[in-house]
Nanobody, 125 residues
Framework: QEQLVESGGGVVQPGGSLRLSCAASGFTLDDHYIGWFRQAPGKEREGVVCMKSSDGYTDAADSVKGRFTISRDNAKNTVYLQMSSLKPDDTAVYYC??????????????????WGQGTQVTVSS
């Protein structure tokens, strides 16, 4: 079955960096949209950054532009979220998600049908 397994979450100091990984199995990331989302306590899930693996199209939320980068390794069938200059407001559970078909925008959570389990990122001194 299609499955996404995340890793790399943890506690990091403000201004630090962290890389999240999302390994796909049961399918390949080719021809899939890939998105990273996050949800903080008391807040709605928001789209952070997304991409179309087939053509390299990417889009990022204004709050993370210049700090977060999405990438993929086709040989490992894995997508990454490289986070730098982390802020306390970045604290959230981070999820990766994929879908073959996109109807509106790749940072819209309802577009996705396969999700990872989520990994906690805590930015605190």
């Amino acid at each position: 079955q299609e499955q996404l397994v995340e890793s790399g979450g943890g506690v990091v100091q403000p201004g630090g960096s962290l890389r999240l990984s999302c390994a796909a199995s049961g399918f390949t990331l080719d021809d899939h949209y890939i998105g990273w989302f996050r949800q903080a306590p008391g807040k709605e899930r928001e789209g952070v950054v997304c991409m179309k693996s087939s053509d390299g199209y990417t889009d990022a939320a204004d709050s993370v532009k210049g700090r977060f980068t999405i990438s993929r390794d086709n040989a490992k069938n894995t997508v990454y979220l490289q986070m730098s200059s982390l802020k306390p407001d970045d604290t959230a559970v981070y999820y990766c998600a994929t879908t073959r078909y996109m109807f509106t925008h790749c940072r819209r959570a309802l577009e996705y049908d396969t999700w990872g389990q989520g990994t906690q990122v805590t930015v605190s001194s």
